[in-house]
């Protein structure tokens, strides 16, 4: 239990144009997910996290414009690049907060398989 | 305010031998701790978790931690290594925050497997 999927797994876009990156929880509700980046060789670093029905909360220094988060649905959040470009290229990651209604939240965040995104 | 600190940004230690990659944490509340594991081009996967129960965690894949309040300390270790095991290593702190936990992300351990 507890999967997460991202779609596509890897994508190459030219610059200027904009790409959406599908992040979905398989078998179970997600009213919270989360957006990472990671850079080469370095950890991860949070952009946003996305509440179901809400506005995402996005991390300093990350761009609301540039980095479009909608979380419509209780199993779907989207981030799309928006005029992307060079330096946009990255592996982005999102995961999904495992809430456990009976004993509270267990703070474990499952991950998904992580999106390449090269522009060029 | 909440960090994490790998020690070692590199281990490499041979097949059969034990493994232990280092964890210091920070945090001004009980902390919830985590261990991932990444494999090249591919997502997190969870080995273990500590959230205020025993403080030594078993994790998948013969993985083991002990939370050390007294060190602030919550090393991963593993007796035997074998091949597969090597991968990226990362150590994740969180605390209670009503409903706004954030992972915190140490800046991750690569363990080499030398034949």
């Known amino acids: 239990g507890a999967v997460v999927s991202q779609h596509p797994s890897r994508v190459i876009c030219k610059s200027g144009t904009s790409v959406k990156i599908e992040c979905r929880s398989l078998d179970f509700q997600a009213t919270t997910m989360f957006w990472y980046r990671q850079f080469p060789k370095q950890s991860l670093m949070l952009m946003a996290t996305s509440n179901e029905g809400s506005k995402a909360t996005y991390e300093q220094g990350v761009e609301k414009d540039k980095f479009l988060i909608n979380h419509a649905s209780l199993t779907l959040s989207t981030l799309t690049v928006t005029s992307a470009h060079p330096e946009d290229s990255s592996f982005y990651i999102c995961?999904?907060?495992?809430?456990?209604?009976?004993?509270?939240?267990?703070?474990?965040?499952?991950f998904g398989p992580g999106t390449r995104l090269t522009v060029t | 305010a909440q960090s994490v600190t790998q020690l070692d940004s590199h281990v490499s230690v041979s097949e059969g031998t034990p493994v232990l990659l280092r964890c210091n944490y920070s945090?001004?509340?009980?902390?919830?701790l985590f261990w991932y594991v990444q494999h090249p081009n591919k997502g997190l996967q969870l080995l273990l978790k500590?959230?205020?129960?025993?403080?030594l965690v078993k994790g998948i894949n013969g993985f083991e931690a002990e939370f050390k309040k007294s060190e602030t300390s919550f090393h991963l270790t593993k007796p035997s290594a074998h091949m597969s095991d090597a991968a990226e290593y990362f150590c994740?702190?969180?605390?209670?925050?009503?409903?706004?936990?954030?992972?915190?992300f140490g800046t991750g351990t690569r363990l080499t497997i030398i034949p």
């Open positions: 995961s999904a907060r495992d809430i456990l209604p009976d004993r509270g939240p267990s703070y474990e965040q499952y």
């Open positions: 945090s001004s509340y009980s902390p919830s």
């Open positions: 500590y959230t205020s129960a025993a403080t």
């Open positions: 994740v702190v969180t605390f209670p925050n009503f409903g706004n936990e954030k992972l915190t």
